[in-house]
């Protein structure tokens, strides 16, 4: 008999999304236009503590934007974290940019402010030009050491596009993360923290830039009584149906955060003292939302252990697990693109693994996976 599929990272609805669903439904505002769009707007900035957001159709849309309202253009270079999902760094493309990859320190396996440097500094020497961005990511919801990459980007004035797409709701020294950055960026796709089932959202302490993004992302329509537009626009705005599932997840987000590191701690309570399995700690002053629980694996008496057996193996158990993010250097499509690389990522995704870890999981449902890769790891 089959067991139970345990999934990576479900949705997780609480009930509270429905009132705000059937508000629109009732008023008929479906479309990316409605006072839930405002509202869920109004209550991203309050919950991060940052004072303009836009709601987007999804955390890639937000990062394109920025990169345009930043100036980013053809031939222009963009400094981006290797270690991350392709929505990070696909819009850098999108504008006719080019990608520079940075690899990744061990601590918290984002973006080597030391590495990050070095890049900044042979690119001007090599182009005779500064990168007109950098694009940081929190990995799996784990802060990046944002002090000093801030330190390092206010020494050359180049503006940070702050990707927390998998850490709403972690904080560093107690800030929200998505707020240290000249933009923020949030996802909420189905298996996000929260989820309004596709979407994603901008946030920055200007204004003007929050204003221009909406305007982009409604097809620039320049204010007039006919359709008229003096530049490119975009079809990014979130639906008010969406943004009312949003409201209903705001409501249930820090329950969600909680869920979330009770997962990595019952792991870790586990099969933290199971020599092969590492975990990766919260550096001081960091706060992760623990989006994912990450492993890797040590060599064991010696023998190496493969991680994509131990994927497989649990997927016969009806268990599924990911690899951790193959970097973007070792992508076919960026493949020519410059990159300043340790080796930290590549080794990262040779010998790692993502464990169940939605919000929804159940004691049972943890205690078989724990169950299920000690067995694997053992045999």
């Known amino acids: 008999m089959t067991q139970e599929r345990i999934w990576l990272s479900s949705p997780h609805m609480g009930g509270e999304e429905l009132p705000f669903i059937e508000e629109a439904f009732q008023a008929n505002w479906i479309s990316p236009v409605g ?28 990062i394109h934007l920025a990169l345009i309202i930043l100036g980013v253009r053809t031939g222009d270079e963009v400094i981006c974290q290797t270690f991350t999902f392709s929505g990070s760094c696909n819009p850098i493309a999108y504008t006719g940019a080019i990608p520079v990859f940075v690899d990744s320190e061990a601590d918290t396996w984002n973006m080597d402010p030391i590495l ?5 500094t042979d690119r001007i020497k090599k182009t005779g030009k500064k990168p007109k961005a950098i694009i940081i990511v929190h990995l799996y919801g784990m802060p990046s050491k944002i002090a000093d990459i801030q330190s390092v980007a206010k020494k050359f004035e180049i503006p940070i596009i702050e990707d927390a797409a998998e850490a709403l709701g972690s904080t560093f020294e107690g800030q929200k993360l998505g707020t240290f950055g000249d933009f923020g960026i949030y996802s909420f796709n189905g298996n996000k923290i929260i989820t309004t089932s596709g979407g994603g959202a901008l946030a920055s302490k200007s204004e003007s830039s929050i204003q221009k993004a909406r305007f982009l992302a409604t097809q620039a329509r320049d204010p007039a009584p006919y359709y008229q537009h003096s530049q ?10 969406s943004a009312a599932i949003g ?49 890797t694996f040590e060599s064991a008496d010696n023998q190496s252990i493969n991680p994509e057996s131990i994927r497989q193996a649990l997927e016969r158990d009806n268990i599924e697990s990911r690899p951790l993010w193959k970097p973007m250097h070792l992508q076919p499509v960026f493949s020519e693109c410059p990159a300043y690389i340790s080796g930290v990522a590549q080794s990262l995704f040779e010998k790692g693994l993502c464990l169940p870890s939605g919000s929804n999981l159940t004691d049972s449902q943890r205690t078989r996976v724990a169950e299920a890769l000690r067995r694997q790891v053992m045999s």
């Open 232 to 241: 490119i626009g975009y079809n990014y705005r979130l639906s008010n149906i």
């Open 35 to 62: 006072p839930h769009i405002t509202a869920f707007e109004k209550e991203l900035a309050a919950y991060n503590g940052i004072d303009h957001v836009a709601a987007l159709s999804s955390g890639t849309a937000a």
């Open 247 to 295: 409201r209903g997840q705001m409501r249930v987000l820090d329950d969600r955060v909680k869920s979330r590191r009770a997962n990595f701690e019952f792991y870790k309570d586990a099969l933290g003292s199971f020599g092969p399995v590492k975990f990766l700690e919260e550096p001081k002053g960091m706060k992760s939302n623990r989006w994912l629980t990450t492993i």
């Open 116 to 120: 990050l440097e070095h890049a900044i």
